[in-house]
């Protein structure tokens, strides 16, 4: 079982290598496994909280520093009393750094915990995703005529949990897009062999992020 991290800091022996145990850390609200050998050194683990603002549902748990690096994952668990029951399934352990920027450090609400695994120290909170993806047509419009176009391509993108799945339909069957994650597009390079030339179809396109939130756009064009 994992050593409580305090409790090695106070032994004598603590100038052993004790990270290359699994130790953890308990507080009220939050539990930190720090697995054997993730990190180098030993460390005198540092820990303090703060009350939460914005939209966040939980303290703010600082959990040692930023700048020490990590071997291997930690795994986070906030306790999510202050979470409604309506938003569980939009959760995730939020980052907070140390200009008040808020990203995703993944995770899920689980048995009264949204719990998260992290390859970094840092300032963690629980907060919630409930805004669909962005889609953005970048050569496409409703109607338009596509003739001697290669390929329909848009600009997806997500405010905080991320993009999951993504898919298109022409005509009711379901066609392939190509996506460029560095740049956010997603392209589908027409294909005549699957597709009939100069007539007219219909394009339903449905992008969700991680935490089930879904954008749909659809159009009518001639190609």
Known sequence: APVDILEIMRMPLFTTNAYERDLVFKRPG??????????????????????????LYSDIHHIHNVHVPLHKAISIEIAADNLPERLRDKALVANVTSNGRITSAGGAYQNNVVSTHSMTFGNFAIAVDTIPPRITPINLSKGANMRGAPSIRFKISDNFSGISTYNGWIDDQ?????????????TYRFDP?????????HLVLKVTDAKNNLSEYTADFTW
């Open 193 to 201: 062999d699957r597709l009939k030339k100069n007539t007219k179809h």
């Open 30 to 55: 939050v539990k930190v496994v720090i697995p054997a050998y993730a990190l180098y050194s030993n460390i005198d683990f540092e820990y303090e909280s703060s009350a939460n603002y914005r939209s």
């Open 174 to 186: 379901w066609v392939l897009f190509e996506y460029d994650a560095k740049n956010d597009l997603i």
